[in-house]
């Protein structure tokens, strides 16, 4: 990667320093693969800039291992959702995005579990 952040919108302050210099793509997957010092620079953005906390589900971990377990977003209000830009970056000196829908999925209520509203999971690991 030639830059060292991942910004959300496109002239926007909002910005994640990175440490990856490194990037694997593959398109046959529904997820990106990304360092965890890098995810948790983008959760600290997600959450100081948008109110959406994301973290591991402890019981994901156990049963998909530490790297494959999916962060689980609270906060993720349709309101908060809404704020969330698209997410920038350069590869090989190209700019590249990455649409909110691909990196934060809206999760829809649970009709067992009572009360419980707004998440979004993080489809990066």
Known sequence: MNSD???????????AKISSSNVIL?????????PSKDIKAMT???NS?????????LSDVKANGANL????????TSENYKKVEDMYFKLG????VMPKQSFLKEEKP???RTG???FCNLMLA
Request: glycine fraction near 12%; proline fraction near 2%; aromatic fraction near 12%.
């Open 69 to 76: 377990a999916f962060p689980r977003c609270k906060g993720c």
């Open 44 to 46: 600290d953005l997600l």
């Open 116 to 118: 419980e509203t707004g």
């Open 49 to 57: 800039n948008y109110g959406i906390s994301c973290s591991r589900d």
């Open 110 to 112: 649970n009709q067992f």
């Open 5 to 15: 952040e991942i910004k959300f919108g496109k002239n926007s302050k909002n910005v």
């Open 93 to 96: 000196g190209q700019d590249f």
């Open 26 to 34: 593959d398109t046959g997957l529904s997820y990106a693969l990304i």
